[in-house]
């Protein structure tokens, strides 16, 4: 596959000739970043292009420092007999999936720690996992080139997609539900029709493994980064590059996401970093070190908001794994390590998760150690679980 810049045209099934710019086009370029309030990092953006700004700043005055989190391990899971590779919770909370190198799917109750199914049927080692919008379906990859899509309360096989030429590594459901996007080792970002079970799309949208892709928040934008150190954002629609993301360090970046309001990214890299971007501007806002990261690819999340009293701002934390077996916890404003999750694991922490309603985070890890653990804020009691349901035992 040839080289490829920003600015240049992509070849996009369907592509075409002559356009005019699109709504979400325009709505990057002019969009005012309004979401998770960031006091802007200077040093962060070293000869970095300043592409055109939004009307308004995202800084706000500094507050002073909150108080440190305090998460203590609640439960610890077991059942996957090699290396973890995926976590995730269901949007409402009650369920968590888990994905390794023995080609299984496990779901959980987070109430109660029980195992619910194990889904077979991959032929090789499972690389990620993505919950539909309802909870009520689960979409796996897997380096047998397929992306499976389970009914996670029968635990059924409801779908098989195929069509990636190498290992799928990662995969993200619409927020709709209605379609599916992966990336591969094979450099190409596909996007499935659930319902009709087909290939809606192929992007050839790197010169080297897509590691990461994901949705923003109403669908119209999905997001990939590779070991070419790049990050780029398409049209969800029409397969367009609208934007590409490139850190002067050029560093493979081994994973990616949209923050909540969806005008930032969280990305990781293979030299020991995670960044938040603002996509407006392209520009890095924060970067986060102190962790070890230059082999594996890391997930990485942002905590649930939390107020310590109604004149604070949010308390938000950037958390991810580590090769040094532990779990690492920033600031988000300020990027100091408020909590390092020692002795957490005996091997590298290969994926984080961060509970959509509590102050919980799940961790996994390797080959060594392949176990999930639920850590939860001692500043916030377990009996916010209480509303959950236990589901039968499958």
Known sequence: MSNM???????????????QPSPIEHQLKNADPVPIPIQEDPNSNPKQPQL?????????PSASAPASPSYQLLYTLRGHKRSISSICFSPD?????????????????????????????????????????????????????????????????????????????????????????????????????VKRGTCHRTIAAHSEAVSGVSFNRDGTMIVSCSYDSLIRLWDAS??????????????????????????QLLSSSLDSTVRLWDIPNARVLKTYRGHSNTKFAISAGLTKPRWSNVASPPEIYVVTGSEDHNVYLWDLQTKRVVQTLSSAHSDVVIAVAVHPNTQAIASASLEHDPCIKVSQSHSVGWSEFSFFSTFPHG
Request: glycine share 6%; aromatic share 8%.
């Open 5 to 19: 810049t920003d600015g240049e045209p992509l070849p996009v099934l369907e592509q075409q000739q002559k356009r």
């Open 93 to 193: 909370g009650r369920l968590l999936a888990s994905s390794g190198a023995d080609s299984l799917i496990k779901i959980w109750s987070v109430a109660t720690g029980s195992l619910l199914f194990t889904l077979q049927g991959h032929k090789k080692g499972v690389n990620d996992l993505s919950w539909s919008s309802t909870n009520d379906y689960i979409a796996s990859a897997s380096d047998d080139r397929s992306v499976r899509v389970w009914c996670a309360r029968t635990g059924a096989l409801r779908r098989i997609f195929t069509g990636h030429t190498s290992f799928v590594f990662c995969l993200d459901y619409s927020p709709q539900s209605n379609l599916i996007v992966s990336g591969s080792f094979d450099e190409t970002v596909r996007l499935w029709d």
């Open 52 to 60: 055109p700004s939004s009307s308004s700043s995202n800084s706000l």
């Open 238 to 263: 029409t397969g367009q590059c609208l934007k590409t993301l490139e850190h002067q360090d050029k560093a493979p970046v081994s994973f990616v996401t949209f923050s909540p309001s969806s005008a």
